[in-house]
């Protein structure tokens, strides 16, 4: 990402960040977070201004209603 010249690039990413540059909205993300279905580095992660950064793995799990 070094020469995309996006903002990602000189400031820390966050779970939320790596969510909306997935393609989801924020509104999403935050609903995913919210409900326990984001898991950064095998971790349900509950704080969307988390750190995230290369190379994390961020899924988003299925969960059930």
């Keep these: 990402m070094g020469t995309s010249g ?3 690039d ?3 990413r966050t ?3 790596w ?3 997935a393609g989801i909205s924020e509104e999403r993300a935050f609903g995913h977070i919210r409900e326990g279905g ?3 580095d095998g971790r349900v992660v ?3 201004a988390g750190p995230a950064e290369v190379p994390s793995q ?3 799990r299925f969960i059930r209603r």
């Design 6 to 8: 996006s903002t990602l």
């Design 15 to 17: 779970i939320l960040d």
């Design 46 to 48: 509950t704080d969307p």
């Design 19 to 21: 969510l909306v540059e």
């Design 38 to 40: 984001v898991v950064v």
């Design 10 to 12: 000189t400031k820390k």
């Design 58 to 60: 961020v899924r988003i």
